[in-house]
């Protein structure tokens, strides 16, 4: 059994570039241990940009929030929203403007306009083949 060791040895170290194989396996080993660390960068790198991204939109929408609210209280402190409040609050007009009161209906006249509009007889809708003869012949046609 010794001799079946030694000999497997002695074959396997002048038989083939052993020496050469570990080497191949080395460099093998070494490039692929660096890529995967480039691709691990790489990720964290576009994860970190999605944050940068995510807080920079988050910044310019507070901006743009603070614009926006400026924006409206220069407006409430304006003198046409200060007439335009007063005129809808209080009921007060611009000098020289007229307002027409009326008087409120009464409870016939509001009956009054709602029969009408429940009682009216609607007339029957032609047929489709009656619509599509005046819609060929000219039926609709106003002078």
Do not use: C
């Amino acid at each position: 059994m010794n001799t079946h060791i030694k000999r497997f040895i002695y074959h396997l170290r002048y038989h083939y570039p052993i020496r050469e194989i570990i080497t191949v396996l080395l460099v093998g080993i070494a490039i692929v241990w660096f890529i995967w660390g480039s691709v691990q960068a790489m990720q964290k790198n576009y994860e970190l940009r999605k944050v940068v991204q995510d807080r920079t939109r988050q910044a310019e929408l507070v901006e743009l929030e603070t614009l926006a609210l400026e924006y409206e209280q220069r407006y409430l402190q304006s003198e046409e929203y200060q007439r335009l409040s007063v005129r809808e609050r209080l009921g007060y007009g611009d000098p020289g403007e007229k307002v027409l009161v009326l008087p409120a209906n009464s409870t016939a006249s509001s009956e009054g306009d709602a029969a009408p509009a429940t009682q009216r007889a609607e007339s029957p809708r032609p047929s489709n083949l009656s619509q599509w003869g005046t819609f060929l012949f000219g039926g609709n046609v106003r002078d």
